[in-house]
């Protein structure tokens, strides 16, 4: 069973950034690409960011490109989402998902606001 524990999220300015981590145990050969989906209040899922293990291949949606970058610690088992340049728009919570079945960690919530 893969499990995914995120960390990092917290309350930041416009403008700020924050780093979000998501630590992995269990993976397996299935587990070939992570990605980060964050669901504001009242509003649906919204996937931000997908990184490919193998190779680290990136792919963002227009929304966040430029501002989010994913990346791995494969000796950590970690992927990292750095968020930069944030808006209040982007205030959700933030998980982090692998593929190979529905496996998703608990979330972080990131509040951006002055």
């Known amino acids: 069973q893969v499990h995914l524990v995120e960390s990092g999220g917290g309350l930041v300015r416009p403008g700020g950034s924050l780093r979000l981590s998501c630590e992995i145990s269990?993976?397996?050969?299935?587990?070939?690409?992570i990605g980060w989906v964050r669901q504001a209040p009242g509003g649906g899922r919204e996937g931000v960011a997908c990184i490919q293990i193998s190779d680290g291949s990136t792919y963002y949606p227009p929304s966040v490109k430029g501002r989010f970058t994913t990346s791995t610690d494969n000796a950590k088992n970690t992927v990292y989402l750095d968020l930069n340049g944030l808006e209040p728009e982007d205030t959700a919570i933030y998980y982090c998902?692998?593929?190979?079945?529905?496996?998703w960690g608990q979330g972080t919530q990131v509040t951006v606001s002055s």
């Open positions: 998902k692998a593929s190979g079945g529905d496996f």
């Open positions: 269990g993976a397996t050969s299935d587990t070939r690409v």
